[in-house]
């Protein structure tokens, strides 16, 4: 058997703007009714995991998982500036004791793309008091992390954020098709993590970290590519790694690879089994993804924060998993400190701009009566789960 460590966290994760629904007052609702919007349907009511939560986390627990990694809705939390929701906190602390009574260790996410609209109206990360604003949420939110939570992420995939903030027509999060980053964007969001770190250390006991896509960029070995490579890379990906130095955990979110030609990124080849977001199949993008961030942050612990691919094949996702499952288990057996394992995703969900059509879940469910169906990936990772191994190959 391949063994992991014990106490190894096994779970799924979600975002709050995409399955709690009707999250009307942030800037991605805005950007999904804008008349001109290239997003191809709006979020509506998404999988309704605002009101049914609990089944969302009883499903995961009672197949053998250990953690759930959500986010909380910072437009829900501060619906205008310096405006504080006490029942929203409530509701995002129910969510936490929801988990802690399934035997699931919440892993709670302040920030995972969406703003209130208020914020992105003033200026958005380039707002020179961003970080200060984003510092004063997180105080806002202190009670729901309080107690019983050991693992906070500030903000997830601030190198995809200041890729998304680097252009207006962002089709897909996938890096051929991203702009390149915001390097003032990509600051903001340094010195917003930071600052925010500085208000979680008052909780005892209690490990924060950010969360970056490792997008495992590969030279195309043409003349050039291997210096496009580097220049490409270092402000996408590398600069992110290197900043968690001194953090308590580092999440890795890995999907695919990126070739990256004389010229910059390519688009994925013809002829390679891809996914429904169009991404190449490629399990080894996990192992990857983490190696280079124990390295590149100087052996801070890390936590897989997301892994997984969408498809209407769920014995697939099995194959994607168990294969990126095994990359990470050579990691952890060459000495990197992995705390846990979370699959993107725990249901089927809001896919940002390409809609409801690429299914990450290990769970499905039905948009108009909101039934959850777990697939039969949920059993297996959960059976990985219990046994905290996987059978050598
Ligand atoms: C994001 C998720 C997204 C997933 C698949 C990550 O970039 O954090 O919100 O759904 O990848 O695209």
């Known amino acids: ?139 806002a939110a202190l009670p729901i992390v309080s107690e019983g939570v050991e693992y906070v992420c500030t903000i997830n995939e601030p190198n995809i954020a200041a890729m998304l903030a680097g252009g207006e027509q962002a089709a897909n999060l996938v890096a051929f098709g991203l702009p390149r980053p915001d390097l003032q964007v990509a600051d903001a969001l340094l010195a917003a993590h930071k600052a925010s770190r500085e208000v979680l250390a008052s909780v005892p006991g209690l490990k924060s970290g950010w969360t970056v896509a490792t997008q495992a960029f590969q030279s195309t070995g043409e003349p050039g590519a291997d210096a496009k490579l580097q220049e490409y890379g270092y402000p996408s990906d590398d600069w992110y790694l290197e900043n968690a130095a001194g953090d308590d955990f580092v999440g890795v979110q890995a999907y695919t690879r990126t070739f990256i030609g004389p010229t910059g990124p390519l688009p994925v080849k013809a002829n390679v089994e891809k996914t429904l977001t169009g991404w190449e199949f490629y399990p080894p993008a996990l192992e990857l993804g983490v190696r280079a961030a124990w390295e590149l942050s100087g052996h801070v612990p890390v936590m897989v ?43 089927d969900n809001y896919e940002w701009a390409s809609g409801f059509r690429p299914t990450f879940g290990l769970i499905a469910v039905d948009r108009t009566t909101f039934v959850r169906t777990p697939k039969p990936s949920l059993a297996w990772l959960g059976g990985v789960a219990r046994a905290n191994a996987l059978p050598a190959a």
Not at 305 to 316: C, F, H, L, V, Y
Request: net charge negative; hydrophobic share 40%.
């Open 1 to 139: 058997m391949l063994n992991f460590p014990n106490g190894f966290l096994w779970g799924a994760a979600t975002a709050a703007h995409q399955v709690e629904g009707n999250n009307v007052n942030n800037d991605w609702w805005v950007k999904e009714h804008a008349a001109d919007t290239q997003i191809v349907e709006p979020s509506g009511d998404a999988m309704d995991s605002y009101h049914r939560f609990r089944e969302d986390m009883k499903l995961l627990a009672d197949a053998g998982l250990t953690s759930y990694r959500f986010s909380v809705e910072w437009s829900r939390i501060e619906p205008a500036p310096g405006c504080v929701s006490h029942a929203e906190i409530d509701h995002y602390r129910r969510m936490v004791d929801t988990a802690l009574s399934c035997g699931l260790n919440p892993v709670v996410t302040l920030m995972h793309f969406t703003v209130p609209q208020w914020m992105f109206e003033r200026g958005f990360w380039r707002n020179p008091d961003a970080p200060e604003l984003f510092a004063r949420f997180t105080e």
């Open 305 to 347: 924060t997301e892994n997984g691919i969408a498809t209407a094949d769920d014995s697939r996702r099995i194959a994607y998993t168990d294969g990126a499952l095994r990359g990470l288990h050579a990691a952890i057996a060459d000495g990197v400190e992995v705390i846990g394992y979370q699959h993107w995703s725990a249901l």
